[in-house]
């Protein structure tokens, strides 16, 4: 991985270096921009490795990243697929991909970050709606993640689709599963937020499969986490207008998930990381010293065939 020094500018000693390269991802040549900050030395902790948000994009969390390697742990983040900055004004609207794409470039990224880490298998900090991504790769690829921290994860849906929404989301994705769908469609799942790179003009926009998927994906998100058994952080901000936390913060005083930690952050919308990144930075490191010294185990140890689907609903979408 290249190592580049922002503005020629000689790091001091032990400072975290920022690092930027392309992953290949598939035999067509495609690449996703993955950056981040590490410290030249051998840190105590795994590295992290960042899921933004659908609809945000990496640079959103460099800050963040560069915080916590200042606190003595590598963290990486790289752009989802069709997210990022736009190359040209005539790149025309983002369109996300199914959630099958994005578990398999999670396991292509999750191996490069590997790779520069002694084979140390990454922390997963997802954020939002890529919460269902990280589950349902760690339901798939249990063995190549050490720990998760969900932040403001889509667990409990506080408002439901209109019937005549979910009846048009249901046509649609029965039809035509890669036109997009008007954002009132899906308003109830992801912020209409724009990230700072992108032309207002070319907003994010979700086909009417992928939304399908994510209504199907999300209620069975917290049985997940219960299932399995990877240590996992939960950032339940208090004035999220989108999820419900009671649940999962019951579950994480229960004796019976000792795996789970609930971390509620008083007076704070969704986006933690930008308005309480240091009660997150240091909540995170003493999670990650306190379940460094706790042996844990998981319920599968193997990687499953190349042939063996990601998905387990809607496979006549993929």
Known sequence: MEQVKP???????????????????????????????TRPENTEHAPLLFLHDLGEDANQYLDICQELAKAGVNAYVYNLRNHGPLKTKEDGP????????????????????????NLQAPTLVACGLSTVVASDFCQRYSAMVGRMVLSAPTLQLLKRPSRMSQFVLDLCAEIFPTKTVPYSVYSVLASAQKSPSQEPKHSFRMNAGFVMELMHLIPRLTARLTQTKIPTLVFCPENDDRSSYEHIL????SPRYTHLTAFEFADCP????????????????????????????KNATSMP?????????????A
């Open 7 to 37: 503005n020629n500018i000689s790091p001091l000693p032990n400072a975290p270096l920022f690092v930027e390269c392309s992953v290949p991802i598939d035999h067509n040549v495609m690449t996703l921009t993955l950056m981040g900050w």
């Open 250 to 253: 019951r579950l994480a005083n």
């Open 270 to 297: 969704r986006q933690v990381f930008n308005h309480a990144p240091e009660l997150a930075v240091t909540t995170i490191m003493e999670w990650l010293t306190a379940s460094d010294s706790q042996p844990f185990f």
């Open 305 to 317: 065939s190349e042939q063996e689907n990601i998905l387990d609903v809607h496979q006549s979408y």
């Open 94 to 117: 983002r369109v996300h991909a199914r959630m099958k794409a994005h578990v398999r470039d999670l396991l292509q990224v999750c191996a490069w970050v590997r790779h520069q880490e």
